[in-house]
């Protein structure tokens, strides 16, 4: 039930999973209380006389039984060295972890093959010029495709997609490369293939910037480094973004690097040449009007039309001004009945404006954004790298500084949560425990079995090679929940026991010969039915993958270390009255 708590876009991607398997737990209660006991009446099955699969199953279990308590009994009279062997896996478990032998991808997600390809052209490119360059671009790409692993190749310009927000204007561009699925392994990744397609295209002279957008599947996630770099001047801020998209460029595992510093249109800046207007005898205001005549026109009246007020407009006889240099050389009449350009009365100057200025928390600011190759360095890693390289660097910008978001946010908010639920999720485990048993003590023998069970999800890990991502933790938090059933089964069994006055040590091995089949039972049915999903039978997925994987490798292991940890434990700290406590020295 915690796991329905989690925040975020984490949370509501993953909440149907504690969702469900809630409602199917209660609905199970039910059956067992209500409905199972009537269907076993309705079969009329005779218990006194067992069948031969039943007498062969009694005959194994009583093996299994006895080879089980001879080995608890071994292990009961060398507690020290049992203990060791206990605790020595999950020291080992953590040594792996901090070692990083577990590959770390906190988002790990299921690829979808199809991408984007994304032209930017200077601004004032024409929109026919932008479709050109992309269609010349989708030729590279379409030579590199195989014909029998493409399903769909467009091309556009005008407009282009992105994770965040669309763009629109004359200068953008976009292809879709759609690939066909891949269920039997016939077709090259799509990773593959995108790789070979940037390798070939990403010099390609014209465009400004060409990056690449792949979908995948999951939660909708930033990208894995997204850096804000905030100032107060315009022209400062664009060098320090400069000066930080070099940083990036110098790491060889990003790539797809772009920023949402969009550049504005083409400006023509005129200033009056004073000393010629006043040779030529005439005043800056009349250049001035001239020019809005020519390009934008004079309002000289209003007027009333259908309750709306018209403005009347005059402007110069359309003429061919297609470019700057003709609308310089439209010629001024002098009062000398000579005419000159205009350009003789202007200092001209062009530059190119800026696009869209950005604020975050009060500043300007530039958003850099890029991918990453998570097989060279994790996000953490690729951040605290950008993080030292600016340090080195900053003096240049002293009235800049950087913010960090994107996937590492995403990752730090889900880590905070995900360690807040446990906690939460294992207080309340100890909170019900402690009403069931009336102890303070015996609760905590019982959750002694979760870094077993973490113990198990590492072992699950390197075995298997599945990433440690955020849903393999968040399978360990559903874990938590799950791996202390048989310990609950085991002390409940003891403590019956105890009441009926059995010395602490007769307890612990009568409860244990008891309970093995059935923590057997409970413990294979489970695996059994994540085992699929854990070893990818029907598909691979990096997103519910390591969350069975979690499941089915913690459950096994620390199933198999509770048949002897928890009656260790509670043999060793329980005493004859099933309260807190040291228990008294009884020989085996």
Known sequence: LPLVLMPGIMG?????????????????????YWMLPAHVIASKTDFNQPSKIQQWRHRYTHKLQIAYVRALIRVMRYPLRAMVVIVLPFILAVGAIAAQMVEFNFFASDPIRKFYINVEMPPGTPLQQTLKTTVEIESIARSIL??????????????????????????????????????????????????????????YPGPLNISFFRLAGGPPVEKPVSVKIRGDKLEQLQQAADALKGILHSIPAIKDISDDASKGRN???????????????????????????????????????????????VRAEPRDLHTIESLLYTQISLPDGSSRPLSFFLDDSRDTGPGNIRHYNYRRAITIEADLD??????????????????????????????????????KESMNSMLTLLLFGTLLIYAILGTQ?????????????IPMAFTGVTLGLLITGNPLSL?????????????????????????ERLRRGMKIT??????????????????????????????????????????????????????????????????????????NGQSQKNPL
């Open 12 to 32: 509501k991607f993953m909440m149907v999973v504690p969702l469900v398997v809630s409602i199917a737990l209660a609905i199970s209660l039910v059956e067992a």
């Open 374 to 411: 998570k097989s060279v360095m994790n996000t953490v890693e690729a951040n605290e790298l950008i993080q030292q390289r600016w340090h080195a660097i900053a003096h240049r910008f002293p009235d800049n500084d950087l913010d960090f978001s994107g996937e590492l946010d995403d990752i």
């Open 506 to 579: 007769h307890a612990t091995i009568y409860a244990a010969r008891r309970r093995i089949i059935p923590i057997l039972i409970t413990t294979l049915t489970t695996i059994a039915g994540l085992s699929s999903l854990a070893l990818g039978l029907g598909g691979k997925s990096l997103i519910w993958g390591p969350v069975a994987t979690a499941i089915v490798w913690g459950l096994a292991f620390s199933s198999l270390l509770t048949l002897f940890a928890i009656p260790l434990l509670f043999r060793l700290f329980v005493n004859d009255q099933s309260g």
């Open 267 to 313: 400006e023509l800046n005129l200033v009056f040449d004073s000393y010629a207007i006043q040779q030529s005898g005439i005043s800056p205001a009349l250049i001035a009007r001239n020019l809005r005549l020519l390009v934008d026109g004079e309002v000289v009246a209003s007027m009333q039309h259908q309750g709306e007020t018209l403005d009347i407009r």
């Open 146 to 203: 195989h014909k029998d692993e493409t399903r769909a190749l467009v091309s556009y310009a005008g407009q282009m997609f992105t994770e965040k927000e669309p763009f629109f204007g004359n200068q953008y561009g976009q292809i879709m490369v759609s690939l066909k699925p891949d269920d039997d392994n016939r077709f090259r990744h799509v990773d593959t293939v995108l790789n070979a397609i940037r390798s070939a295209v990403s010099d």
């Open 437 to 449: 048993f009336k102890s303070y003590f015996q609760p905590l023998i019982i959750i002694s079995t």
């Open 471 to 495: 849903y393999t933790l968040y399978g360990v938090v559903a874990l938590a929940g799950i791996a202390v059933n048989a310990a609950i089964v085991l002390i409940s069994a003891a403590n």
